[in-house]
């Protein structure tokens, strides 16, 4: 995705093969951008697809592990 300077994560274009690359990479979870999660949710079954709408949802995520 594409953060703003306030911290929301922007939708990008060609989500899926941009997916299918980190997927090539062996990489099994990705973070993308809420209003791209729609469009990809159930095409890569495999991979886990964890949707956002800012940065703080991120670190929040990272901060728990």
């Not at 306030?6 to 990489?27: M, Y």
């Amino acid at each position: 995705g594409e953060a703003s300077l306030n911290g929301e994560v922007r939708g990008v274009s060609f989500i899926e093969s941009r997916i299918k690359e980190i997927q090539k990479l062996g990489i099994k979870k990705v973070f993308i951008p809420l209003n791209n999660h729609q469009s990809v949710k159930d095409i890569f079954p495999q991979m886990e697809i964890v949707p956002i709408t800012n940065i703080k949802e991120l670190f929040r995520y990272i901060n728990s592990l």
